[in-house]
């Protein structure tokens, strides 16, 4: 059973920081792209930063240059650092990994989420 726990949200204030972390029971190779998506509350659930399978990262506009993805392979954990929040960062965040083998099938998994509240 694959499983990704993540942990670090919380109650922030306008201009802090938080750094979220996503532990995997597997090895996280460069294909399973792993990411963070958020969803805020009636809204679609959107994706926040991405390590594809090269190595590149790609962010959402909104959060360039203050969100930062990274990945410790010794650990089989993944990070978003998250810098300078806003009160419109307000959301459940989840990791996710894709196109993870186990036995004959290949699938997608997601974390269970942890809720980053930025207060103004």
């Known amino acids: 059973q694959v499983q990704l726990v993540e942990s670090g949200g919380g109650l922030v204030q306008a201009g802090g920081s938080l750094r979220l972390s996503c532990a995997a029971s597997?090895?996280?190779?460069?294909?399973?792209?792993p990411a963070w998506y958020r969803q805020a509350p009636g809204k679609q659930r959107e994706l926040v930063a991405r390590?594809?399978?090269?190595?590149?990262?790609n962010y959402a506009d909104s959060v360039k240059g203050r969100f930062t993805i990274s990945r410790d392979n010794a650990k089989n954990t993944m990070y978003l650092q998250m810098n300078s929040l806003k009160p419109e960062d307000t959301a459940g965040y989840y990791c996710?990994?894709?196109?993870?083998?186990?036995?004959?099938?290949?699938?997608?998994?997601w974390g269970q989420g942890t809720q980053v509240t930025v207060s103004s």
């Open positions: 390590i594809t399978d090269d190595g590149s990262t």
């Open positions: 597997i090895r996280i190779l460069s294909s399973n792209a």
């Open positions: 996710n990994l894709v196109n993870v083998a186990v036995g004959a099938r290949i699938r997608d998994y």
